[in-house]
């Protein structure tokens, strides 16, 4: 159930009831031969999939963060650190005022962790409000599905070409991971890794990508049990 598909008096009598809300945080930036907006596409269906078995309402996605590496990638749509935190502040503080106090943040983008500090201080400020921040792609419930096929996970390799994240067909090959001299800025980052792929298998089986969605949907369910 998702804000768009709801009027304000929707919104004001679901608040008589339930407190918590779900945040989609994504980007808009190069996934090798995936769509540009994977970080959202992600987060989002992991948001439906737990909607649907909670009830718990899902807050219009923010389709955009900080990607500043990328930015020499056409598509790369990128903010300034600055701007996202006070993004992510102000959405907070406007649905924080109307009565929701319980949340789960689904972030598709490494880029946006930054976030995490700001939120933590409006914790310390904002009487009631609890907080949780899930990086899918690195948590423990997603590294141990890699683990288990032997396979690398990285940014735009068969970690993220879901069904719903694939625009074209993909490269049966292996790629060889680059070697990162460190920071990199745009120019240098796109000289470094080429297609966008940051190296390892394009793609995997779906039974293996059904089991990534489902093992990271546990956990997203299992985050919104909060305490009373």
Do not use: C
């Given at each position: 159930m998702?804000?768009?598909e709801l009027?304000?008096?929707d919104i004001e009598n679901y608040l008589k009831k339930e407190d918590r809300l779900i945040f989609v945080m994504g980007a808009c930036e190069q996934h090798g031969y995936l769509s540009v907006t994977a970080d959202v596409k992600i987060p989002q269906a992991l948001a439906d999939a737990?909607?649907?078995?909670?009830?718990v309402l899902v807050a219009p996605s923010v389709n955009f963060g900080c990607s500043p590496?990328?930015?020499?990638?056409?598509?790369?749509?990128?903010?300034?650190?600055?701007?996202?935190?006070?993004?992510?502040?102000?959405?907070?503080?406007?649905?924080?005022?109307?009565?929701?106090?319980?949340?789960?943040?689904?972030?598709?983008?490494?880029?946006?962790?930054?976030?995490?500090?700001?939120?933590?201080e409006l914790q310390n400020e904002l009487p009631g409000m609890q907080i949780k921040w899930y990086s899918w792609w690195i948590s423990n419930s997603a590294q141990m599905v890699a683990q288990k096929y032997e396979?690398?996970?990285?940014?735009?390799?068969?970690?993220?070409?879901f069904a719903f994240t694939r625009v074209c067909d993909l490269p049966?090959?292996?790629k060889t991971p680059p070697i990162v001299p460190g920071l990199c800025g745009?120019?240098?980052t796109k000289a470094l890794y080429g297609d966008g792929s940051f190296g390892g298998l394009y793609q995997v089986d779906e039974q293996i990508m059904q089991e990534l969605f489902e093992v990271c949907l546990k956990d997203i369910?299992?985050?919104?049990?909060?305490?009373d």
């Open positions: 998702r804000f768009e009027n304000w008096f737990a909607s649907q078995k909670t009830g590496y990328f930015l020499d990638y056409p598509g790369t749509l990128s903010l300034r650190a600055t701007t996202f935190l006070d993004l992510t502040e102000d959405l907070l503080r406007s649905v924080y005022r109307q009565g929701f106090r319980r949340f789960v943040f689904l972030n598709g983008h490494g880029g946006n962790n930054l976030a995490m500090t700001r939120l933590y396979i690398r996970p990285s940014h735009a390799n068969w970690l993220e070409a049966k090959e292996e745009a120019k240098q369910i299992q985050l919104l049990e909060f305490d």
